[in-house]
T-cell receptor, first 112, second 113 residues
Framework: LAKTTQPISMDSYEGQEVNITCSHN???????ITWYQQFPSQGPRFIIQ???TKVTNEVASLFIPADRKSSTLSLPRVSLSDTAVYYC?????????????FGKGTKLSVIP | NAGVTQTPKFQVLKTGQSMTLQCAQD?????MYWYRQDPGMGLRLIYY???????DKGEVPNGYNVSRLNKREFSLRLESAAPSQTSVYFC????????????FGPGTRLLVL
């Protein structure tokens, strides 16, 4: 199983760009990288997914270097409502066998 | 379209009691999962079902059993609850393989005394 490491917490002011990095040194060839957002008393919610290079959607960007040993979630111009815990997930499937490893999460606090 | 639903929302058990956590999804997903979430530990996979009729162990399966009742429903059973099983349990589903984005339920908070 890939081991994932994230910072425990981060603070940011409203309007700033926030970058959260996840390390996954032993990522496997078939593994995808997915980021989730979780608010208190709710289940995690999908943000973005990628395999390599850069992916962008309406809420975030995901940067994955060529060696894929880390990934960075970028949130542009955060607001108070972005205060949440963010998890990276490294996972793949093959022959019906799933390998899924969540990081322990990064608690992002957005300050007014 | 309710997505992923879980029952109950909250449960208190005494050590040694048994219970079943229920999960259902209405998105016609093939794969379903059970996770537990403990403070500082993130989410850990207990069991998953890649497709109807199959189940497999995840990272922390000891003390649990699962049943994929049909394509919609995936239950988690604690045969003899222990205080170490106090946690928040999340069910999730996805269209296909382990790399696909998952949709999570609201969670079940379980307290074992």
């Amino acid at each position: 199983l890939a081991k994932t490491t994230q910072p425990i917490s981060m603070d940011s002011y409203e309007g700033q760009e926030v970058n959260i990095t996840c390390s996954h040194n032993n990522i496997a060839t078939n593994d995808y990288i997915t980021w989730y957002q979780q608010f208190p008393s709710q289940g995690p919610r999908f943000i973005i997914q990628g395999y390599k290079t850069k992916v962008t959607n309406e809420v975030a960007s995901l940067f994955i270097p060529a060696d894929r040993k880390s990934s960075t979630l970028s949130l542009p111009r955060v607001s108070l409502s972005d205060t949440a815990v963010y998890y990276c997930l490294v996972g793949s499937s093959g022959a019906g066998s799933y390998q899924l490893t969540f990081g322990k999460g990064t608690k992002l606090s957005v300050i007014p | 379209n309710a997505g992923v639903t879980q029952t109950p929302k909250f449960q208190v058990l005494k050590t040694g009691q048994s219970m079943t956590l229920q999960c259902a999804q209405d998105m016609n997903h093939n794969s379903m999962y059970w996770y537990r979430q403990d403070p500082g530990m993130g989410l850990r996979l207990i069991y998953y079902s890649a497709s109807e009729g199959t189940t497999d162990k995840g990272e922390v399966p000891n003390g649990y059993n699962v049943s994929r009742l049909n394509k919609r429903e995936f239950s988690l059973r604690l045969e003899s609850a222990a205080p170490s099983q106090t946690s928040v349990y999340f069910c999730a589903s996805s269209g296909g393989g382990g790399g696909e984005d998952q949709y999570f339920g609201p969670g079940t908070r379980l307290l074992v005394l």
